[in-house]
T-cell receptor, first 115, second 114 residues
Framework: AQSVAQPEDQVNVAEGNPLTVKCTYS??????LFWYVQYPNRGLQFLLK??????LVKGSYGFEAEFNKSQTSFHLKKPSALVSDSALYFC?????????????FGQGTTLQVKP | DSGVTQTPKHLITATGQRVTLRCSPR?????VYWYQQSLDQGLQFLIQ???????AKGNILERFSAQQFPDLHSELNLSSLELGDSALYFC?????????????FGPGTRLLVL
């Protein structure tokens, strides 16, 4: 079965410091991986995705993610955190079994950036 | 703004009642997906429609049903509501049904069952 794990419920980082939000996955076949962000009382906003090619994917708002096949990980990173980055972050994998297009989400990680 | 719209934003109702949530996908998108977000279950896929036809089913209760109309908007019907159905319901859309496509989410409908 395909699954996604976000091992940290919360990540705390000081403004200006680099941040990492961790994600590991389990899939059969090629993984299609996504990161979304959810601000309070808002929908999910797409940040970036990995389909194939370069292991370092760049996305919106200065975020990037590194795909590591041997470690089955897809960690989200940003070189310098902003207070406005504080939100709930979800990693997701696209299911390809049975030709379904559903996204399987991790439990989410709350990012808290302090001034 | 993703281009996906959902109405209503908030819904308060009583147990046993029936409600309908509406979703309009981004212009040109043929696939619509419904997800439920709750504190205990997280984000769960409910159902997908593609160009008017049901494409995939997830953890959707028998009390719930959905459809996609010729103009591609979709409705999620929730009946015999229980307290545990209180959640945030999201709709998402994508151009077709390819795994590499990004799903764009609407703002959600927050349902409270009292």
């Amino acid at each position: 079965a395909q699954s996604v794990a976000q091992p940290e419920d919360q990540v705390n980082v000081a403004e200006g410091n680099p941040l990492t939000v961790k994600c590991t996955y389990s899939v059969s076949g090629n993984p299609y991986l996504f990161w979304y962000v959810q601000y309070p009382n808002r929908g999910l906003q797409f940040l970036l995705k990995y389909i194939t090619g370069d292991n370092l994917v760049k996305g919106s708002y200065g975020f990037e993610a590194e795909f590591n096949k041997s470690q089955t990980s897809f960690h989200l990173k940003k070189p310098s955190a902003l207070v406005s980055d504080s939100a709930l972050y979800f990693c997701a994998v696209r299911s390809i079994s049975g030709n379904t297009g559903k996204l399987i989400f991790g439990q989410g990680t709350t990012l808290q950036v302090k001034p | 703004d993703s281009g996906v719209t959902q109405t209503p934003k908030h819904l308060i109702t009583a147990t046993g009642q029936r409600v309908t949530l509406r979703c309009s996908p981004r212009s040109g998108d043929l696939s619509v997906y419904w997800y439920q977000q709750s504190l205990d279950q997280g984000l769960q896929f409910l159902i997908q429609y593609y160009n008017g036809e049901e494409r995939a089913k997830g953890n959707i209760l028998e009390r719930f049903s959905a459809q996609q109309f010729p103009d591609l908007h979709s409705e999620l019907n929730l009946s015999s509501l229980e307290l545990g159905d209180s959640a945030l319901y999201f709709c998402a859309s994508s151009p077709r049904d390819y795994p590499i496509e990004t799903q764009y989410f609407g703002p959600g409908t927050r349902l409270l069952v009292l």
